[in-house]
């Protein structure tokens, strides 16, 4: 979960394109009109409305970025993409999908796998080897942890992510005596 959505997605999103420029502000600002657009039924989650707000995706959760990335990132961004860097989203995309899937073989963990090594290579390519970080390299191991722990959905932390933000409003600091 932190590892591809806080980790690479945010990753790719904000420093390959949105640092680098070929994302620009009214670029996000054209993706969040787009995404209000798009209707999910309310068991897929949402992304927040503020795409544009600060330097873009403001403040997304790692559920927020799985969202993004799964529904929105295809029809957001391909158009705004050069032709490498929509091989790096549509390689991207296609691991994330197989490797959330609650039931999942290994057929699909090699595509996964395949499609991860796909995304190093071609960023190494284009952006130089010394953008190459750690997520992306602990990435070609997931389909490894798949085949030794079962699929991600079996172990991931989404549900204690959301017990975080309720736990949060309560004070955790003050001194019990008994």
Known sequence: MHNLFLGIAKWIVKKLW??????????????????E???LPANMGRIPNKIATGNGFSG?????????????AIPLLWNLLSKS???IL???????????SRIINNDML??????????AILIEKDYGPGMISPNIHLSLHLAECCKDYGPLY??????????????GIFPNNEIIEV
Not at 154 to 167: A, K, P, T, V
């Open 60 to 72: 997304f959760t790692a559920d927020q970025w799985k969202t993004f990335i799964l529904i929105y």
């Open 18 to 35: 949105i640092d680098s420029g070929k994302i620009t502000q009214s670029d996000l600002e054209a993706m969040e009109k787009k995404a």
């Open 90 to 100: 549509g390689n991207f995309v296609r691991a994330c999908s197989l490797l959330v």
């Open 37 to 39: 657009k798009i209707k």
């Open 154 to 167: 079996s172990f991931w932390c989404y549900s204690f992510e959301r017990m975080n933000g309720i736990l």
């Open 85 to 87: 860097d929509q091989k």
């Open 110 to 119: 090699n595509e996964a796998h395949e499609c991860l090594l796909k995304v």
